[in-house]
Nanobody
Framework: QVQLVESGGGLVQPGGSLRLSCAASGSIFSITSMGWYRQAPGKQRELVAAITSGGSTNYADSVKGRFTISRDNAKNTVYLQMNSLKPDDTAVYYC???????????????WGQGTQVTVSS
């Protein structure tokens, strides 16, 4: 019912920048938080950054000072600006949206399809 479409991934050299976007569409629901996770080869999925409906942000220690999460509520879109990229940032990045569909009280999690970010010289 809810679709998350990600874009912005690609190949970049160390020290470069990328901007990821994730647009939510479909059934109307109340968003409680939006965020980005990533999974590198051989490692578990980890939270990269998140932003709540109130605007509070949370970042993994490994990306603090380099990544910035933001949102456009009118477009139901969340962004991840990634600067000073390192090879260790190489992973598949997944958009995540947590929300409550209109008319019910159960919170759902929605996931994007994933976008590959590769940092290499």
């Amino acid at each position: 019912q809810v679709q998350l479409v990600e874009s912005g991934g690609g190949l970049v050299q160390p020290g470069g920048s990328l901007r990821l976007s994730c647009a939510a569409s479909g059934s109307i629901f109340s968003i409680t938080s939006m965020g980005w996770y990533r999974q590198a080869p051989g490692k578990q999925r980890e939270l990269v950054a998140a932003i709540t409906s109130g605007g509070s942000t949370n970042y993994a220690d490994s990306v603090k000072g380099r990544f910035t999460i933001s949102r456009d509520n009118a477009k139901n879109t969340v962004y991840l600006q990634m600067n000073s990229l390192k090879p260790d940032d190489t992973a598949v990045y997944y958009c995540n949206v947590r929300g409550v569909p209109i008319g019910i009280t159960i919170e759902f999690n929605y996931w994007g399809q994933g976008t590959q970010v590769t940092v290499s010289s």
